[in-house]
C-alpha cells in the first residue's frame, strides 16, 4: 500500500492564478483532510470530505474550495492565488471516526 | 475553541538524558489527544494517541484532564528520537488541531 499520495510534491504559480492538488488516500480509508502549513507553523485545518461532501471547514476563505470523488481521492483547489498561500499543503487520510490520520508527504506551493 | 498549547518551539537534550515535550490544550469536553512526529525528510506520522495508553519507541504521555496537559516523555532518549513533535487535539468536531510544534534534539 502506497499510503497516501499527493501531487504535485512541487508547484510554482504566479499570483492571481489558480492551481488544483490532489490527494489519494491510504486503501481502506474514506475520509480525506487538507491542511496548510506555513513555515515555523503546525499544520492549520483548512476541510475535511467525507462521502463526496465537505464535513467541516476551517477559518480559510472560499478561495479554498475541495472535491472528493467516488473512489475518495480529493482535491484542493485556490483561486485567485496570494503570495500568502504559499505553503506545504497536507493531505491526511482516514478512516470514519479516526483520528488516527495518515499523512501525505505534501506539496509544497510558492506563489510569486 | 479548541487550542492546542506547545509551549516549547525548540528543545536540546543529550542522549541517556531524560526528555519531556510540553503539550496543553483549550477544550471544554472530553479530548482526544495524541502526538505526531516529523522525522527529517518524512511525512508526519502518528506517534501516539491517549486512548490506546501504549508507549511507542519508549515514548509516552499521560492526560491529565485537571490540567489539561498531555506531555511527552521518554526516560532516555536516543539520538534517532531528534524529529518535530506536534501534538494534536481531537474535540467532538470532526478536525484535529494541532500545535505550533517543538524540534527536539538529541545531541550525542
Known amino acids: 500500500d502506497a499510503g497516501v499520495t499527493q501531487s504535485p510534491t512541487h508547484l510554482i504559480k504566479t499570483r492571481g492564478q489558480q492551481v488544483t492538488l490532489r490527494c489519494s488516500p491510504k486503501?481502506?480509508?474514506?475520509?480525506v483532510s487538507w491542511y496548510q502549513q506555513a513555515l515555523g507553523q503546525g499544520p492549520q485545518f483548512i476541510f475535511q470530505?467525507?462521502?463526496?461532501?465537505?464535513?467541516q471547514r476551517g477559518n480559510f476563505p472560499d478561495r479554498f474550495s475541495g472535491h472528493q470523488f467516488p473512489n475518495y481521492s480529493s482535491e484542493l483547489n485556490v483561486n485567485a492565488l496570494l503570495l500568502g498561500d504559499s505553503a506545504l499543503y497536507l493531505c491526511?487520510?482516514?478512516?470514519?471516526?479516526?483520528?488516527?490520520?495518515?499523512f501525505g508527504s505534501g506539496t509544497r506551493l510558492t506563489v510569486v | 475553541a479548541q487550542r492546542v498549547t506547545q509551549p516549547e518551539k525548540l528543545l536540546s537534550v543529550f542522549k541517556g538524558a531524560p526528555v519531556e515535550l510540553k503539550c496543553n490544550y483549550s477544550?471544554?469536553?472530553?479530548?482526544?489527544l495524541f502526538w505526531y512526529v516529523q522525522y527529517s525528510r518524512q511525512r508526519l506520522q502518528l506517534l501516539l494517541r491517549h486512548i490506546s495508553r501504549e508507549s511507542i519507541k519508549g515514548f509516552t504521555a499521560d492526560l491529565n484532564k485537571g490540567e489539561t496537559s498531555f506531555h511527552l516523555k521518554k526516560p532516555f532518549a536516543q539520538e534517532e528520537d531528534s524529529a518535530m513533535y506536534y501534538c494534536?487535539?481531537?474535540?467532538?468536531?470532526?478536525?484535529?488541531?494541532f500545535g505550533k510544534g517543538t524540534k527536539l534534539t538529541v545531541n550525542p
Open positions: 491526511a487520510s482516514s478512516a470514519t471516526g479516526d483520528y488516527g490520520y495518515t
Open positions: 470530505y467525507y462521502e463526496e461532501e465537505e464535513r
Open positions: 494534536a487535539l481531537a474535540g467532538g468536531s470532526e478536525k484535529l488541531v
Open positions: 477544550y471544554s469536553g472530553s479530548p482526544e
Open positions: 486503501s481502506g480509508h474514506d475520509t
